[in-house]
DNA sequence: CCTTGACCTTTACGTTGCGTAAAGGTCTAT
DNA sequence: ATAGACCTTTACGCAACGTAAAGGTCAAGG
């Protein structure tokens, strides 16, 4: 009835690793080394591995799993009282944010993107105010209270204009990326177009352009499954062809990052 | 409008760490350095970072927040829905800990100690059926039927006689620890009876005991609220004395881990 | 002009619970 | 004797920062 470290692994279910780091911390040390420095468990090792993970599983940390087998008068209801606690809290926690989640979704849905406004309204009250308190005065009286009321009503929203016309540019690449791909040379006039058109949306919201990075982002739409789900919607490949137009466009050769 | 790394920290509610941080990973960097290095942010840099913290309320992950934003085209709302069912199932994960505990505390309440077989039994079996499967015919063969029960039998239930005896142990030490703090010399006959007996339980649990664990323990127990707060229970500040007592008992100075 | 103190910078280690090499001994079987 | 399956230790990596440590910068005051 001795096990070596993966023998033991194997009939609990975890990892040698996870062995030999609680055997490093202390919490579960093997009955004995042997001679050429194996880690050998025995029968009441295997019972305390099965108390750890049973608490383990109950997300309770391994520091306090460890007071808690190797010192049998620590309250262990009272800490299990108190871990209930934290769960519970988080669970609340939780509740709230998918609620969050949810209300975000469906204001996305609804067609009022960039409403967060009203969510960031705290924030950004927090920041005026900030603003009135340690500049206001001095702002106001050097520049006028036009040029404050000015920035914080831009700070305040953001041009839906720009919001729409960006969002139609985006709807138009994509038609014109059907085509393209259709068409099937990203060298051509059309994906040529699209690449193009893809630089300008793009200045939309990115605060400064690079090739570089332009060139990484159509990297990183080949790259991440969900920009090439949405880029293939209009055919499979499509994304790839819009990241080869869009370095042809860029007179950039693949690199291979 | 523009700020330096704390000055936006200030505002924002995050640490100039945090800032730093989103800047060395790309996810939000400063409109410029001026000519001493310093960062400085801008409103755009703001609106971002009220973006990049709405989302981390939504415990999105840093790397997803940076796709989101820098990224429109990246489509949020699936990515909110995909992040929504993460969350569901850690809600369900988390009511069934939750469940758990639950019932942990009350058979625990329900003085039925240590009888956390019923749940372990699938591990045991595990455990069991690994035993028979692999060494099964050749330890029968080798050393009898019995022997395989008997450690078998062993392996399933622990010594309830030892438990009892452990527990009126440790309610012992809790009487004469009153008696020996009211007498108030740690180094006294009482005192050290109650050390000599601290030792004794321990030693029924421990699978090894030294002196120096044994130190480590008493020093803990001081250190660990939750423990202070168990002994406590006899007197504010019996824990103090227990440890000096055991320290006194085992001969060893006082340490400074 | 120099110092003090409040800023800012970068570098780097610690956190939790392991996964994952890398480099090397040991054991068993052929 | 050599291969293959074990075991060992050392050490970096992960997420999202907290927390020194060691050192420039800047405005104010003596």
Redesign the pocket.
Known sequence: MEY????LAQISG?????L??YDQIGLLEPARIN?????IYGQKEVDLLQQILFY?ELEV???DIKKMISEPMFDQTEALKSHYQLLAQKRARLDKIMANVKRTIASKQGGIPMQDKDKFAAFKDNLIEENEDKYGEEIRSKYGDKTVDASNAKLRGMSEEDFKAMNDLGEEIMVLLEKAYIAGDPASDLAQDVAAKHKQWLMYSWSSYSKEAHAGLAEMYVADERFTAFYDKVAEGATEFLRDSILIYLGIEKQDS
């Open positions: 070596t470290v993966n023998k975890v990892s040698g690793r996870t030999r780091y001679s050429s420095g194996y880690r383990r940390s391994l520091e």
